[in-house]
């Protein structure tokens, strides 16, 4: 049987304000360059209202979205901070930016707008203490921020080699494993004879459980296993 990172190739998909958010995201910062819409970080379109415009990468990093250089250093790692800001998010239907931010979380009069490489959810740790059912925490929040795990339900898709899982409705209903936690839960996959390329199903605490695919219908169909 061929590793599982040979049959799905799955990549990279993990958690992300050690400075003081007033000066990470300051007012009056430099413009978007480049491609896409124009905009200031904390520009005032109305009174007294902020816009400010993050991404998201398939670690699950948060970032400002102009930062110059994305990586570890750079992303925000404050938990409240965290917790705050992805339970609040969802899709964005404010009439701005909808299609180049699809995502937006709000606070009070301040909007933050968001994009990100894959889906805004991203799963980083199994929580499975043995004190009750299993949970997936997602974008740094630990267990503030989980839903339940079902192992049912994980969708291994061909077409880019990354696994998803039931994420909260706000955000579109599916988000992203990570991809160390997706390979430890590839180890658990069953495939049928032949060399097949996906799983069928799963073992999972010594039950093995058919492999639902229902969450590929909110993939473009292109995108389909």
Request: hydrophobic content about 40%; aromatic content about 12%.
């Amino acid at each position: 049987m061929l590793a599982v990172s040979a049959r799905l190739r799955l990549r990279a998909g993990t958690f992300p304000l050690a400075l003081p958010l007033a000066l990470s995201r300051g007012v009056g910062a430099r413009a978007a360059s480049g491609e896409g819409p124009s905009y200031t970080q904390g520009q005032s379109p109305e009174p007294k209202t902020r816009e400010y415009f993050y991404y998201i990468n398939h670690q699950g990093q948060l970032f400002l979205d102009d930062a110059k250089v994305k990586n570890f250093i750079t992303c925000f790692k404050d938990r409240q901070f965290l917790v705050f800001f992805f339970s609040r998010l969802r899709k964005n239907q404010s009439g701005r930016y909808e299609d180049t931010f699809p995502f937006v979380s709000v606070c009070g009069r301040e909007r933050n707008f968001v994009r990100c490489d894959d889906l805004p959810v991203v799963f980083t740790h199994l929580l499975a203490d043995g004190l009750g059912p299993a949970r997936l925490s997602y974008s740094g929040g630990g267990e503030a921020l989980v839903v339940p795990f079902e192992p049912a339900r994980l969708l291994p898709l061909l077409s880019n080699g990354r696994l998803y899982h039931p994420a909260p409705k706000l955000t579109g209903g599916v988000g992203l494993i990570c991809s160390s936690l997706a390979f430890e839960l590839s180890t658990c996959f069953q495939y049928p004879p032949g060399g097949a390329v996906l799983p069928t199903h799963i073992l999972w605490q010594g039950q093995k459980y058919p492999l639902t695919m229902d969450l590929a219908s909110l993939f473009p169909e292109s995108c389909e296993p």
